[in-house]
């Protein structure tokens, strides 16, 4: 299977705004940002969690400790996919008890990655809070889950794919809908 690129929603200035905009609502939202702590979900919520980092940093000058979430163990469809999947390390070398958590993800589709990602934050203590930041919303929710901060509402189909690049991973700056089209 090759995907087919359908549209390119984004471009580095666009998702630069978007970052910057997120950002600007956190530090509004949360009175102590002393008492934040950002945890991006493996792999691209990793580099998203980095870049509001750097922006609450040139806004307020304040350093927000940011962890890395690995939730392939506590998937519901682990057992389907444990032969594609390779678990790596969890990365949060602070306390989150009664911390305010801003968990963060690229894509949020069904809201399965996230259910996975609360209970394996709840195994290392009780926060405080659990706020949620998704790059790209695309809708389509099979659990009752909301994003807090969103960078853009992309309503989709189901056979549609969001790829949200980066450029520490991907070498370049968008976001594109793709198709996955089968070979003949």
Do not use: C
Not at 75 to 82: M, P
Request: hydrophobic share 40%; proline share 3%; aromatic share 4%.
């Amino acid at each position: 299977m090759e995907d087919k690129i359908k549209a390119k929603i984004m471009d580095a200035p666009k998702m630069k705004r978007a970052f910057i905009r997120i950002a600007t609502e956190i530090t509004e939202r949360n009175r102590d940002l002393n008492n934040l702590v950002i945890i991006g979900i493996r792999t691209r919520g990793v580099y998203v969690a980095k870049r509001i980092a750097k922006h609450i940093k040139n806004l307020e000058d304040i350093e927000v400790p940011i962890g890395v979430l690995d939730i392939t163990l506590y998937r519901d469809d682990f057992s389907d996919i444990e032969a594609q999947h390779v678990v790596k390390t969890t990365e949060i070398n602070f306390s989150i008890k009664n911390k305010d958590i801003l968990l963060v993800d690229d894509v949020l589709f069904t809201g399965r990655t996230i259910r996975a990602a609360m209970d394996s934050l709840m195994d290392l203590g009780r926060p405080k809070t659990i706020q949620l930041l998704v790059y790209i919303d695309r809708g389509h929710r099979e659990l009752p889950i909301r994003a807090d901060y969103v960078g853009k509402f992309l309503p989709t189909s189901r056979k549609e794919v969001i790829q949200v690049r980066l450029k520490e991973i991907d070498g370049t700056e968008e976001v594109l809908i793709t198709e996955p089209v089968e070979l003949k």
